[in-house]
């Protein structure tokens, strides 16, 4: 017997074609995972917890497949904890976005919710509004203030780019999705990685470890 998500997913494709079809496809992604489900409901314990690892991109690199490359190297980032466990997002039938790595927040819109306590919106508004951006040619400070009001949420992708380099990328998204500041390192340097953000501020990281400051710059670990 044909199950309900085929069914449901066959009406879609059946009663719509064209621009209409993929539109749809976009907008209504497959149920969640239990996995999802449950690495979105850690921001509710209100403690820290390691981020996930999406992948994107899931066809041969010069003729040769890395799936099992990329299981062993999530394997050990979770044991090292590095990548939470429920947040190894290997699966080309759920994932397979290419470059577009953002249609994750189609499947789990409040990805990037922030959950505020009783009474903390109002001061947390009011603290916000005594904060002054610095002024833009100072980089760092500027990061700073970034970092402080606006990031929601930081996890690993490993993309087209990422798959062919060996490389994780790092995004930083605030509550809208959108991401405010990035960079990239070698996906053997993830435990390295891993300390350097538990003892150094995003402006050190990239001081320290890369030739620029840009956003997007690569990290040498």
């Not at 497959?30 to 999802?36: A, G, H, S, Y």
Request: charged share 30%; aromatic share 10%.
């Amino acid at each position: 017997m044909e199950s309900g998500r085929r069914r449901l997913n066959n009406h879609y494709s059946t009663a719509a074609t064209g621009t209409e079809a993929i539109i749809l496809t976009r907008i209504l992604p497959r149920f969640q995972t239990i996995q999802e489900r449950n690495f979105c409901a850690l921001k509710y314990t209100n403690e820290s917890h390691n981020p996930a690892l999406l992948r994107t991109y899931y066809s041969d690199i010069n003729g040769e497949n890395k799936d099992e490359a990329h299981k062993i190297m999530v394997r050990d980032a979770i044991l090292e904890t590095c990548v939470h466990k429920d947040g190894n997002w290997n699966d080309k039938a759920l994932y397979d976005f290419g470059d577009d790595w953002q249609r994750i927040l189609l499947r789990m819109p409040e990805l990037c919710d922030q959950e505020v306590g009783y009474g903390e919106s109002e001061n947390k508004e009011e603290d916000q509004e005594d904060l002054e951006a610095p002024p833009p040619d100072d980089r760092e400070a500027l990061e700073s203030w970034l970092w402080s009001r606006n990031v929601a949420i930081r996890f690993y992708v490993r993309d087209r780019e990422a798959m062919e380099k060996d490389l994780i990328k790092v995004f930083y998204l605030d509550t809208h999705g959108e991401a405010i500041w990035s960079h990239k390192f070698n996906a053997k340097s993830i435990l390295q990685f891993n300390g350097a953000w538990y003892s150094m501020s995003l402006a050190e990281i990239n001081g320290c470890f890369s030739g620029s400051r840009e956003n997007g710059c690569e990290l040498f670990l």
